[in-house]
Structure formats: structure tokens, C-alpha cells
């Protein structure tokens, strides 16, 4: 049952702007990404394992919603990029290296950072 303040949270998410959305939506990965290296440092894989798995959803929401009949020339590199992020994810997951999730956390850091200085330029 979805209590009142989960319907509020949903209708927020879907009443916000795209651009702020994919924000939002970049802050969650980033901070899945983070849990995961905690707990790998912690020896701690259950918990990393299922940060790692909401990565990966995360990652395939993302990989979904590229659109490459729009014709963008960033269609196809951001599409390698979140493969590769992918993959090192799972390898993380395999491995325990906290070394590939910081690697994941820098690649999807600097893509948040490019959408900032777009969403905000473009204001």
C-alpha cells in the first residue's frame, strides 16, 4: 500500500522538469556508487552487491532513455560510456575492487557535471 507521503514523492518526480529529472537520477547512481565502495572497504559484499545491483538498474534506466534517432552525435558515446561504467560495475561486484567503482563514481561524476553546466546555461 503507498502511504501519502510515497504518492507525494512520485507526483514530485513526475511534475519536475527532464533536465532536473536526469539530475536527480545521476545524484541517485552517484550515491549507489558510494554506498557500494563503503561497504567493499567495509568487507562488507551483500551490502556492496546490492548497491551495485541498483547501479546497474540505475545504469539501464539510463541506457534506455538514449534516443538515437534524434540524430546526436552524443547518442552513441554516451551509450559506450554507461557499457563500460556497466561493466566495471559488475566487475567490482565479481572482484571487490573499490578501484573500479571509484573509476565508475569519476565517469558519472563528470557526466553530472557536463549536465549541470548545460542545464545551466541553457537558463
Known sequence: MTTVYEAYQRDSLLAMPREQLLLK???????RIEEARRAVEHGEPGRAGLAIGKSLDIMAALRDSLDAKTGAECVPKLD????????????????????????????IGT??????GAILSAR
Not at 83 to 96: D, F, G, I, S
Request: hydrophobic share 40%; charged share 25%.
Open 25 to 31: 537520477i545521476y545524484d541517485a547512481l552517484l550515491r
Open 80 to 107: 559506450q560510456l554507461y557499457r563500460t561504467v556497466c561493466q566495471w560495475l559488475v566487475e567490482a561486484n565479481m572482484t571487490q575492487s573499490p578501484r573500479l567503482l571509484e573509476s565508475s563514481r569519476k565517469v
Open 111 to 116: 557526466l553530472k557535471e557536463g549536465w549541470d
